[in-house]
């Protein structure tokens, strides 16, 4: 069976721009709550973070979670009012407190307040790391600088291998996987407090070079075809090409992701965040280079190929209009 992409073109915009607004009203509501569009992590910002987990090889130290609120009393009276805490690890047994930058001294005495409060820390699970501004701020340029060059690099080779057009709608398009990737973060980032870091700028980096790749092959086909037909509609040809192409896309997409899933599974806290960014990003540069960018290159080459319409100044006159004159 033929799969006609074109004929619900605008159904598939209009699910792209809904997804689009969604992630910008929820980067625009980060910002004004977090100070940033998505929750950075210490990696951009600096300062240092703790993480315990209660040590349960004692009896009937781990029936219950730890609790959250028992945590922030002793955050507070440490007078470290606005550090961020979240409750982690299995059946809620860890903390994960992140806040300014701690000496030696503040730290131990914070340990100390907390495992009076909430019972004794396994030393092996025991992470504190420290990061300075100057090179939060550094990671941080260098993440956006190369996210740009990547974007201007794929718009030269896609201009030399194709033509102008077809790369501004490939950008287009990864413009749109990378946003909306972005926003499902910033909305995690709001809701369950998951920060983003340098893993996080490599995983932007890996989806603009799968996106580019699935247009790449969807692009190929489309200029095969009008080699060899010239003539024939460009809707026509674009669903040629998409059908041509379809079970080559959903193969590969599904391949990669099921190595995704086991990252995110089975990767450890680390990875999870990191994996269920490619997942995302994978799954919408897939959507766009089949709904998306194809569709709308079908739209600007139907627009192109229209004559212009040039209405005359001056009436003509008509031979009945000679007579009655």
Not at 21 to 40: E, K, T
Not at 125 to 138: A, F, K, M, N, S
Not at 280 to 291: D, E, K, P
């Amino acid at each position: 069976m033929k799969f006609s992409v074109g004929k619900r073109r605008t159904f598939w915009w209009a699910i792209s721009a809904i997804l689009m607004i969604v992630s910008i009203v929820a980067m625009v509501v980060s910002w004004q709550q977090l100070g940033a569009p998505l929750r950075p992590s210490l990696d951009f910002v600096g300062g240092t973070r703790l993480q315990f987990e209660r040590d349960c090889g004692q009896p009937d130290k781990c029936t219950q979670p730890i609790n959250i609120s028992d945590v922030r009393e002793v955050v507070d009276a440490e007078k470290l009012n606005n550090s961020s805490i979240q409750v982690v690890g299995k059946n809620q047994q860890g903390i994960s407190i992140r806040t300014k930058t701690l000496n030696v001294e503040q730290r131990t005495q914070l340990q100390t307040a907390l495992s009076e409060k909430i019972g004794a820390f396994d030393p092996k699970g025991t992470q504190i790391d420290t990061v300075g501004p100057t090179l939060g701020r550094q990671l941080f340029t260098q993440g956006l600088l190369a996210l740009v060059v990547s974007f201007a690099g794929i718009v030269i080779y896609l201009s030399v291998r194709f033509q102008v057009d077809y790369a501004v709608i490939a950008i287009l398009a990864l413009f749109h996987d990378v946003l909306i990737t972005l926003g499902v973060f910033s909305i995690l980032g709001l809701v369950a407090g998951i920060e983003v870091d340098s893993l996080f700028v490599v995983a932007i980096l890996t989806i603009t070079g799968f996106s580019v790749t699935d247009t790449v092959v969807i692009y190929d086909r489309i200029r095969e075809i009008l080699t060899l037909h010239p003539n024939e509609r460009i809707d026509k040809v674009v669903d040629d090409a998409i059908n041509q192409t379809l079970t080559r896309s959903i193969n590969t997409t599904l391949t990669v992701l099921l190595t995704l899933f086991s990252l995110f599974l089975f990767g450890g806290e680390t990875l999870r965040n990191f994996a269920l960014a490619l997942i995302i990003g994978f799954t919408m540069g897939a959507y766009s280079s089949i709904f998306l960018a194809s569709t709308l290159l079908a739209w600007w080459r139907e627009r192109k190929s229209q004559p212009q319409v040039v209405e005359s100044a001056e009436p003509i006159d008509t031979p009945a209009s000679s007579q009655d004159s």
